[in-house]
């Protein structure tokens, strides 16, 4: 079976049909084959051998291709959107060129060549990264509380201005320093590409700006309260660090500020533009679905319709030709490609009248329907497409097919409040109990819940009368 796969694959490829959607290849060898551009979306690849093929431009989204091997195989510009790889066996230095677009944005951190992804991943750097930090902040902390209780607890007035010098000139500092970063940081990004550059000037426009501001705080009114404190206390002056050690301060918190906020943004950028994929992704899915679910006109139906023309050829052509008629008009609609899935309630329940029309052909006097709405001006309301059909569809089928007697549908549709409701009653067999949608409706529930999650509902009943009840939000375009 799997060698016949291979070899309808060969044809294909020599008549230059590379579609291959929807198919089921599992554990099919295509080992060293010409796949280039090839469309397997949606099809199930697990297991398949695909080492040493040419894969360039294949489209492999939405695909199952858990525990595929692609060993020596070329997969330059593969879209592998939404696909599922778990098990996947890859050579080498061939994933890096694949368009493979992940669901957890969390992975983006782990790409980031960043301090954040050191501390993230505890190797020895990230660990003395770590401690550096920690003690840094440490100290840092330690110094606010001493300089704190030798303010509160100063027994010397002297002392204590000292003290709240020294802490207001930090404060300040630090404040101006970090309005100050927040401020370059932006402009040395658009303006200066080399990173090395950007902390560069910073580091002097920092370093400059610190002495201004120490220089003016010192003239202004620090010099008198050093000069009191060394007059009390002259020991205090062998205490004193060089000037330009304390610049280093300023210094190293301003580059820190910056490393961090360019980090920042580029993670947030890409976390922006990876949520904008996935929520492109998550459309394509429900696009997907969607035209899966669409309806398509039963097999035998067209089987029975045919069959019925046939036989109304010889003895009743205006009949025949009426129904020939009628089913072209119901797969003119089938067939149109409209450019969403929505259509007016009218176009709706006309199609299904045109689809009841064919069947009272064929059953003639046991089948009779009729539509009912209770405002004209429903008719313009918005429905899903092929919403009722496939339930009028199912009540000949399971309902009105297997009486003897005559058989009736009755669609209704009203609105409750915002809602719009569409009832489709059939006196046929009664639904088996426990009453449930997975009665044949599965796709119809299945289609409500991607078009407007928990606000619609379907509902199967036999009681007071055999119905479903089909209520959504009531939409006009």
Request: hydrophobic share 40%; charged share 20%; net charge neutral.
């Amino acid at each position: 079976m799997k060698s016949t796969l291979r070899e309808d694959i060969a044809a294909q490829l020599k008549s230059s049909n590379l579609n291959f959607r929807t198919l089921d290849l599992e554990g099919l060898d295509l080992s060293d084959m010409d796949l280039t551009g090839a469309d397997f979306r949606f099809s199930n690849l697990s297991y398949v051998n695909f080492s040493r093929c040419i894969l360039k431009n294949a489209n492999l989204s939405f695909a199952k291709i858990d525990h595929a091997n692609f060993e020596g195989a070329d997969v330059k510009g593969i879209n592998l959107q939404s696909a599922s790889t778990e098990g996947v066996s890859w050579s080498v230095g061939q994933q890096k060129d694949t368009k493979v677009v992940t669901d957890k944005v969390q992975n983006l951190t782990q790409k980031l060549s960043s301090l954040t992804h050191l501390l993230y991943h505890t190797g020895w750097f990230g660990t003395v990264i770590s401690v550096f930090i920690g003690a840094f902040m440490f100290y840092g902390v330690s110094a606010v509380i001493y300089f704190t209780n030798q303010i509160l607890n100063a027994h010397e007035p002297t002392l204590g201005v000292f003290y709240q010098y020294i802490v207001a000139n930090n404060i300040v500092g630090g404040i101006l320093t970090v309005v100050a970063t927040n401020w370059m940081s932006g402009f040395l990004e658009k303006n200066v590409k080399s990173i090395t550059i950007q902390h560069l000037l910073l580091s002097f426009v920092i370093g400059v700006g610190y002495l201004l501001l120490t220089t003016f705080s010192f003239l202004s009114f620090g010099q008198e309260i050093i000069a009191e404190t060394l007059k009390k206390y002259p020991s205090q002056s062998t205490s004193n660090a060089p000037w330009y050690v304390y610049v280093l301060c300023p210094i190293f918190v301003a580059n820190v500020f910056h490393y961090f906020q360019k980090q920042g943004k580029q993670l947030t950028r890409k976390i922006s533009e990876q949520e904008l994929q996935l929520s492109e992704l998550e459309k394509l899915k429900t696009r997907a679905e969607l035209e899966a679910l669409q309806a398509r006109i039963n097999p035998h139906f067209l089987y029975n319709s045919l069959n019925s023309i046939a036989s109304l050829v010889h003895f009743d052509p205006d009949r025949a030709e009426q129904m020939t008629l009628l089913l072209s008009k119901l797969f003119r609609y089938v067939t149109n490609k409209m450019p969403d899935y929505f259509d007016t309630l009218a176009n709706e329940l006309e199609m299904a009248a045109t689809y009841l029309e064919i069947e009272q052909v064929r059953f003639g006097d046991r089948l009779s329907f009729r539509i009912l709405v209770s405002d004209d001006v429903l008719k313009q309301a918005q429905v899903p497409r092929f919403l009722i059909q496939p339930v009028v569809e199912n009540a000949i089928k399971h309902g009105i097919a297997k009486m003897t007697e005559r058989g009736a549908i009755e669609i209704k549709a009203a609105k409750k409040g915002r809602l719009l409701q569409i009832t489709i009653h059939d006196n046929g067999t009664p639904f088996p109990e426990p009453v449930s949608v997975g009665y044949g409706l599965q796709s119809i529930q299945e289609k409500l819940r991607l078009l407007y999650g928990e606000e619609a509902t379907v509902l199967l009943q036999n009681t007071p009368s055999k119905e479903v009840v089909i209520t959504l939000p009531l939409m006009n375009k």
